[in-house]
């Protein structure tokens, strides 16, 4: 139970932990423990089935589609401490729809995978965090044992505007509001600001009961 104890700790260590590196305004959305969900309007709910699901999506109609993303979460269950647990055991980044990052738990070369296959480690940091950047472009990827931060700046480097951290169990998405504020769908809702539209699934159909409604995305 410990364990389960310390995750609001986590979750807010998480975070808080890039505030100095954005500016203007940000809507987050999290995924973490056994599992619990925060939707970027505000709304929580838990659910313990596991599964492949999609966390969260730009609309297929977002546009320039080049800043469109898929973050999809694989969720199991596990025995921890005596106690049955489901938990995210992957997670898995789209971004711009030619660029993808998969990561296992915890991540590692052997099962770490990147797209397009010119993408290759640019750095290796003394503590063996590894920097993949891309050749003409500003996306970057850093990453630890158990643990990895993706940051897509805007185009003039101000910020990033979408940036995905998790710690192999905790999941936190956070977007320029300017620019997906509501252009999203999936499972941590549309990001309009309004939290009362935010179970809908694929069709645009409310969907009721949380267990329905995580059903209703998968990924
Ligand atoms: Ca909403």
Not at 118 to 126: G, I, K, L, Q, R
Not at 147 to 168: H, K, M, T, Y
């Amino acid at each position: 139970m410990g364990l389960l104890y310390l995750l609001p700790v986590l979750v807010v260590m998480l975070s808080t932990a890039g505030n100095n590196l954005v500016n203007g305004e940000k809507i987050t959305g999290r995924c973490y423990g056994d599992v619990h969900y925060e939707q970027f309007d505000g709304d929580r709910f838990s659910d313990q089935t596991a599964g492949a699901y999609v966390c969260s999506s730009t609309k297929t109609s977002f546009s320039p589609s080049s800043q469109g993303f898929l973050v999809t979460i694989v969720t199991v269950t596990e025995t921890r401490r005596g106690l049955e647990v489901t938990v995210i055991d992957r997670v898995i980044v789209f971004y711009g729809y030619t660029l993808s990052f998969s990561f296992d738990k915890p991540p590692s070369t052997t099962n770490f995978t990147i797209s397009p296959p010119n993408y290759t480690p640019s750095a290796v940091e003394p503590s063996g965090r590894q920097v993949f950047e891309a050749d003409d472009k500003s996306y970057k990827l850093t990453y630890d044992d158990g643990a990895f931060e993706l940051e897509f700046p805007s185009s003039d480097n101000s910020s990033p505007i979408f940036e995905v951290r998790f710690d192999g169990m905790n999941c936190i998405i956070r977007l320029d509001r300017t620019i997906y504020g509501g252009q999203l769908t999936g499972i941590l809702g549309n990001g309009d600001g309004t939290t009362s539209d935010d179970r809908l699934n694929r069709g645009g159909s409310t969907i009721e009961g949380v267990a329905a409604f995580i059903a209703s995305w998968p990924a």
